[in-house]
C-alpha cells in the first residue's frame, strides 16, 4: 500500500480546466512537481499547456495510481485500461455505487473482482481521496491541502474531512468511500504502522464486520479515538428479553470501542482534543497536579476532576513562597514565570503526581510567550504528562506550546476526556 | 420460543453456572416433596416455553413458607393454561442483578450486566462486552456501572465479592459464543453473603 499513499506518478483520469470541477480541483492538489502528473481526458489535447493523453495506457511511462473523476457508465471501461497499463492502485472518486442502487452495486462488484484478479489495489469508490502530507501527496478534491502532522484521520464521510482539512495537521488522511477494495480495517493497520502517525482518528457511520473492526482496534499499538454517527435507534425488531431492549446498536457499537481500548469523542472538537493529547503525551495515571494563576478557573478545574474521579494529591511545602500550597497551586494573579517555574518543577517532581495541568489567566503583568517557553522547557526535563489551559487572547504562546507538543485547551473543562484518554493509552 | 426446561439446566451446568436450588415439578405430590427437601420459604413457578413474562399472568407465587400454602399455590399455577410444568425453587433474598447476552447483528454475541432487577429499564445502568471475554475485561463491566457501590455493602446491604460476580459474567460470555441462542436473560441473579444464584433462566432460540 506505500506504492499508492507515496506513488512516484499519478495520472489524473477526468483532468479538465472547467470552473468547479473535482478534475480541476485534483489538478491543484496533485500537481505540486513533487511526482510525475499525467493528465488524461479524450476531449482534450491540452491543459494548461500540457499533453492529455487519450487513454491511460498512452502514457509511456509507467504510472502508480490512477485517480478517476468521470461520469460513473465510463467509469469500467477505464479501470479494464489501467489493467492494461498495469497501475499499482485505482483510487476511483466517481459515485452512484452501491451507495446508490443495484445496478451501481452490480457495476461496483464488477471493478472490485476485475482489480482483485490483476493484483490492483483499489480506493473508493464514491470518496473525497487520500492525502499523505508528509510526501505532500493530495490526490483529493478537498478546498484546501493538509499541514504535516500526526494524526492519521480516517473517515467514512468526505466531508467530515472537508470540514477539519485546514484545522489540524496530518500525517494521513483517507476518505474509505465505500471501502469496496481497500478495506476500512486495512487503512486502520496500515495507519499504525506509519511512521508518521502517531494517533488514529475515526470518524465512523456504521462498519460491515462488527468482529473484524473490533480485532484489529485491539491488535493494533497506535491509540485511537473515534466519534460515531448515526445513534438514532433503528426501528426494533420484535424483542422478547431485557437484554435485547437494552442492548441498543449504538450502546453496543460503543462499548466495542471502549472494549478495544478505542476513546470516544462526543463532538467534532472533542475528537481533535482526545487527538492531540494521544499524539502528544504520554501514559498518565489519575494523580493530577494543577498549577494556576486565576483563583477560579484553578478551582473549576478541581471540580471537573473530581467529578471524573481524579485524584489531587497534596502538594509538598515550597520555600520562600507568598502563596499557600494547595492542590490546585494557586501562584497568585501577579505570577512571573519564575513563578511558574518554580511551581511546576516542584509539583511535577512530586513522585505521587502523573501529570501536570498548567492553567494561565491573561493578567496585567502575564508574560504569556515566556511561560510557554519555560513550560516547554520543563516538558523536556520530565517524562510526565503536561497539558495546559492557556485562556484569553494569547494565540501566539498557544501556538508555540504546540508547536512543541504540549496540548491547550481554552475551557478547563476540556481537559477532561483528553486526560481521561491518557489513562488508558 | 424458550429452550427446554432440562436444555437449559445442561447448558448453564456446561458453563459453570450456578442456578438457586430447584426442582421442576408437575404434580402436587412432587412439588410438597421438593418444597420440603428445599426448605420453606419457597418459590413457586410457571415454566413454559412460550411465556416469556410469567409475572403479568399470576405465574409466579414468592414466599410459600408451610405445606399448607405450597398446596394452594400449586392448584393455582397448576390452572393455567399451556404450561409444562411448574419450577419449586429456594427463595433467596439479596441484591438483584441482571444479566443477559444477545447476538447484536454488528458485533455478534454480546453480554450484558446491569443492576436493580425491575428498575433495570427505567435506570439504564448496564454495561455491555462482545463475548467471550476474561476476568480483567468483566470487572471492568462491573466497574462501569454507576450502581457499583451496591456491591460494597451500600447501606446495610451484603458485602457482593466482585470476582464471584466476574467469574459469572466470563461463564456466560462463554456459553454466548459457543452456543446457539437468540437472546438470554437471566434475571434476576440474586447475590448475597453465601454467593450468587441465577434465579431465573431464559434462553431463547
Not at chain 1, 357 to 368: D, E, H, K, N, Y
Not at chain 1, 369 to 377: F, G, Q, R, T
Not at chain 2, 81 to 92: A, F, M, R
Not at chain 2, 129 to 144: G, H, K, Q, T, Y
Request: hydrophobic share 40%; aromatic share 8%; glycine share 6%.
Amino acid at each position: 500500500m506505500n506504492q499508492i499513499f507515496n506513488p512516484k506518478s499519478v495520472a489524473i483520469i477526468g483532468a479538465t480546466d472547467r470552473k468547479n470541477s473535482v478534475g480541476l480541483c485534483l489538478i491543484n492538489n496533485l500537481d505540486n512537481k513533487k511526482r510525475d502528473v499525467f493528465f488524461v481526458n479524450p476531449t482534450y489535447t491540452t491543459l494548461f499547456g500540457r499533453k492529455v493523453y487519450a487513454k491511460i495506457q498512452d502514457i509511456e511511462e509507467s504510472v502508480d495510481l490512477a485517480v478517476i473523476a468521470i461520469p460513473k457508465q465510463f467509469v469500467e471501461a477505464v479501470v479494464d485500461d489501467c489493467i492494461v497499463k498495469k497501475v499499482k492502485g485505482v483510487l476511483i472518486i466517481s459515485s452512484g455505487f452501491s451507495e446508490y442502487d443495484d445496478f451501481g452495486r452490480e457495476l461496483q462488484e464488477r471493478i472490485v473482482l476485475k482489480l482483485k484478479e490483476s493484483g490492483i489495489y483499489l480506493i473508493g469508490p464514491n470518496c473525497l481521496g487520500i492525502a499523505n502530507p508528509s510526501v505532500n501527496l493530495n490526490a483529493s478534491f478537498a478546498p484546501n491541502t493538509p499541514k504535516k502532522g500526526d494524526i492519521a484521520l480516517i473517515s467514512q464521510s468526505g466531508g467530515f474531512i472537508d470540514s477539519v482539512i485546514d484545522s489540524y495537521g496530518f500525517s494521513l488522511i483517507v476518505s474509505v468511500g465505500n471501502a469496496a477494495g481497500i478495506t476500512l480495517e486495512e487503512y486502520i493497520a496500515f495507519a499504525d504502522q506509519d511512521k508518521e502517525t502517531k494517533v488514529i482518528a475515526l470518524y465512523i457511520e456504521g462498519v460491515k464486520d462488527g468482529r473484524k473492526f473490533f480485532n484489529v482496534l485491539k491488535s493494533i499499538k497506535k491509540p485511537v479515538v473515534a466519534i460515531k454517527a448515526g445513534k438514532i435507534p433503528q426501528l426494533q425488531k420484535a424483542i422478547s428479553s431485557h437484554t435485547g431492549s437494552l442492548a441498543g446498536e449504538y450502546r453496543v457499537f460503543s462499548s466495542a470501542l471502549r472494549q478495544a481500548g478505542v476513546s470516544e469523542a462526543e463532538s467534532m472538537e472533542e475528537m481533535f482534543d482526545i487527538a492531540k493529547a494521544l499524539a502528544w503525551q504520554g501514559h498518565c495515571k489519575n494523580k493530577i497536579g494543577v498549577v494556576t494563576n486565576g483563583g477560579g478557573a484553578g478551582v473549576l478545574m478541581a471540580d471537573y476532576l473530581y467529578d471524573s474521579e481524579f485524584e489531587l494529591p497534596k502538594i509538598n511545602a515550597i520555600d520562600n513562597v507568598r502563596y499557600k500550597t494547595n492542590n490546585p497551586l494557586d501562584i497568585m494573579g501577579d505570577a512571573t514565570t519564575l513563578d511558574y517555574i518554580k511551581a511546576c518543577e516542584s509539583v511535577i517532581s512530586q513522585r505521587d503526581i502523573s501529570a501536570l495541568i498548567i492553567i494561565q489567566t491573561p493578567q496585567m503583568t502575564t508574560t504569556s510567550l515566556d511561560n510557554a517557553k519555560a513550560i516547554v522547557e520543563i516538558s523536556k526535563k520530565y517524562s510526565k504528562s503536561i497539558i495546559t489551559v492557556f485562556m484569553g487572547n494569547v494565540s501566539e504562546s498557544i501556538k508555540y506550546l504546540e508547536e512543541h507538543n504540549i496540548p491547550n485547551y481554552t475551557d478547563p473543562k476540556r481537559v477532561i476526556k483528553p486526560l481521561k484518554s491518557l489513562l488508558k493509552k | 420460543m424458550i429452550l427446554e426446561y432440562t436444555k437449559q439446566e445442561q447448558l448453564l451446568k456446561k458453563y459453570n453456572l450456578k442456578t438457586a436450588l430447584s426442582f421442576f415439578i408437575k404434580n402436587k405430590k412432587d412439588a410438597l416433596q421438593a418444597a420440603n427437601k428445599i426448605g420453606y420459604p419457597v418459590v413457586f413457578k410457571i415454566f413454559s416455553q412460550n411465556c416469556l413474562h410469567r409475572t403479568d399472568i399470576g405465574g409466579v407465587i414468592t414466599k410459600i413458607d408451610n405445606s399448607k400454602k405450597a398446596k394452594e399455590a400449586f392448584d393455582k399455577l397448576n390452572s393455567i393454561k399451556g404450561i409444562d410444568g411448574i419450577i419449586v425453587q429456594k427463595q433467596i433474598d439479596g441484591l438483584e442483578f441482571i444479566v443477559g447476552a444477545k447476538q447484536d447483528s454488528v458485533f455478534g454475541p454480546v453480554v450484558m450486566f446491569g443492576a436493580g432487577g425491575v428498575l433495570v429499564e427505567l435506570f439504564n445502568d448496564v454495561s455491555f462486552r462482545l463475548a467471550p471475554f476474561n476476568r480483567r475485561v468483566a470487572l471492568s463491566m462491573i466497574d462501569e456501572l454507576r450502581s457499583k457501590k451496591l456491591l460494597d455493602g451500600f447501606r446495610g446491604g451484603p458485602n457482593i465479592k466482585k470476582e464471584a460476580v466476574a467469574d459469572l459474567l466470563v461463564n456466560t460470555s462463554l456459553l454466548a459464543s459457543k452456543e446457539n441462542f437468540k437472546e438470554i436473560d437471566f434475571n434476576p441473579v440474586i447475590a448475597n453473603e453465601k454467593g450468587l444464584f441465577i434465579c431465573d433462566v431464559k434462553i431463547i432460540q
